[in-house]
Structures are given as C-alpha cells and as structure tokens.
C-alpha cells in the first residue's frame, strides 16, 4: 500500500511538471498541444490495443467524446500559454481555483443542489486570488489566462463524470485526445493567418524541444494516466482526491527549485496561494464529513 501512496504522489508530481516543460519548450502553445495530443492518442491507443480492450463505440458517442476533446485542447492552449505569460508560479496559482469552478458548473451541468461549504470555501479562494492578484500585478494577464484554463478543465471534468458512467478511462481518454488533436488541425488555417503575426505555423522542433514533447507526451499524459487509473483501483477515492489537489504545490516548489530567482514572488503570492491551496485540500475532508464518504473519482485528466 506504500508504495502506491508513494506511486500516486509521483503522478501529481509528474502533473505539476507540466507547466515547467510549457517553459522550457520553444514550440508555441498551440502548435505544442497538437504534438503533445498527437502523441498522446498514438500512445494511448497502443495500450487500448495491448490491453486488448475494446475501442469501437457508436459514431453518436464518438462524436460527444471528440466534442469534449476540444475543450480539453483549449485548457491546454490556455494553460501553457499562461505559463508564457507570467511566471510558472502565478500560472499554477491560478490553476488551483479548479476546485471552485467546480463547484460552481456541477450544479448547473449536473442538476444538483448548491452545497453551502463549497460557497464557501469558493469564498476564500476568490480572497487567495486576489491577494494574488495584488501582489504580481505585472503578470495579471498570465494569472487571468490560467484562471480561465481552470475553467476550461473544471468544464471537462464535469462532463467526463457522465461519460465515465458507460466508457473505460482509457478508451475515453484517447477519443478525447483524438478530438483535441483534430480540433487543432481545423483551428490551424485560422490561427494561421490571423493569430502567428505572419509568421505561419512552428511545427518544427528546436534544440531538446523532442525530449521535452516526448516526456510530456509519454511520461506526464500517457504513462501518468494511465497509472492513476491503476491506482484507483486500489486506493480510496478520499487519499486519490486528496492528493491530486496537491499538485500545484509541487509544481511552484519544483518552479523554485529549477528556475530559482525567476520564481520568487511577493509575500502577498504566498498568502494569498496559500489560501487557495487551503481551500483546495480542505474540500475533500469537509466533504467526506458531510457525506459520509466520496464517491469515486473521475480519473485525472493530466494538465
């Protein structure tokens, strides 16, 4: 049992790597998503096939699946274009409102009641955010960004909580890879002309950027995916919903630790991430206090 604690909180480590490689990578967001869902989908459907599990469904579901594979290509897109545009730091920072754009879609996509303790632990993240906010004032488009790619994805999850009810975690996730890929490629004439400053679209890859899109591929989508899926079998839904809200705090300790003095905020970031982060793991306890117990989680989509 240890050792799949242990396991599952490498995962969220490998996660909050993401935005690191984001930085560290030259090819631009949305040509980056491509190639990271391109490679995703090929990986993704190797395993469907090692597995021997079946990937054929119905062309109306096929057609839904793809659909939320787009939203999942705009939180990416946003997400490390967040990460371009401020710090790694601020960008994650901005992702842990997740937890409160959840709170605020579910009842509306999901026909539940509005639950008084997510009000208001939504009340204290929207304080962390702005102390945030104030602090790095030089970098509020960044942390609007990364909000916004919070919303994106709390949007997604929301949806994969119905699909997950009638397909495999990893037949809907490489549908919905396949989806975020195909979605770019009918966005590249677009974003070509109006969006690169004539400048056409960057494929190409330069220096380590293979390295870099291999581990994010590989590692931080398809191999980290597919291992919470695993994990889930065996640990409480509680500990696995626990320690995925870790995963902006090891990303901004990993940022420190790679980036140093770029990373370094003002006091006010810490506080106010600090309550984000406080409203974000104190959700699931008050939750499990008020229900009794959680029901399964949806297996993680990597960001």
């Known amino acids: 049992?240890?050792?799949d604690y242990?396991?599952?909180?490498?995962?969220v480590l490998l996660w909050g790597f993401t935005a690191i490689l984001g930085k560290l990578l030259t090819v631009p967001p949305v040509e980056l998503v491509f190639?990271?869902?391109?490679?995703?989908?090929?990986?993704?459907a190797v395993l469907l096939v090692a597995r021997k599990q079946v990937w054929r469904i119905p062309a109306g579901q096929v057609?839904?699946?793809?659909?939320?594979?787009?939203?999942v290509a705009a939180h990416w897109i946003t997400f490390f274009l967040a990460a371009r545009l401020s710090s790694v730091s601020v960008c994650l920072a901005g992702l842990a409102t997740l937890a409160l754009w959840t709170s605020l879609l579910e009842p509306l996509l999901l026909w539940r009641r509005v639950r008084g303790y997510e009000v208001g632990l939504g009340l204290i993240t929207m304080v962390g955010l702005y102390l945030v906010s104030q602090a790095e004032l030089d970098q509020l488009l960044g942390l609007g960004v990364a909000v916004l790619s919070a919303g994106l994805s709390a949007l997604f999850s929301v949806l994969n909580a119905k699909l997950i009810k009638t397909h495999s975690p990893l037949r809907l996730t490489?549908?919905?890879m396949l989806g975020a890929c195909l979605s770019i490629v009918l966005f590249f004439p677009i974003y070509s002309r109006y969006f690169t400053q004539g400048q056409g679209l960057q494929l190409a890859w330069h220096g380590y950027d293979w390295l870099w899109l291999l581990v994010l591929a590989g590692v931080c989508t398809v191999y980290a995916f597919s291992t919470s899926v695993e994990l889930m079998k065996r640990l409480s839904p509680f500990a696995v919903n626990l320690t995925i809200n870790l995963e902006p705090v090891y990303g901004?300790?990993?940022a420190v630790l790679i980036f140093g003095s770029q990373e370094r905020m003002a006091t006010g970031f810490y506080l106010g991430t600090l309550l984000i982060v406080i409203s974000v793991l104190i959700h699931p306890l008050v939750a499990r206090l008020m229900k009794g117990k959680?029901?399964?989680?949806?297996?993680?989509m990597p960001v």
């Not at 190639?35 to 993704?44: D, H, M, S």
């Open 294 to 300: 959680n029901p399964a989680p949806t297996p993680a």
């Open 6 to 11: 242990l396991k599952l909180h490498f995962i």
């Open 1 to 3: 049992m240890a050792k």
């Open 252 to 254: 901004i300790g990993l």
């Open 35 to 44: 190639w990271r869902t391109l490679l995703a989908a090929a990986g993704l």
């Open 63 to 71: 057609v839904r699946l793809l659909a939320v594979g787009a939203l």
């Open 174 to 176: 490489f549908y919905e």
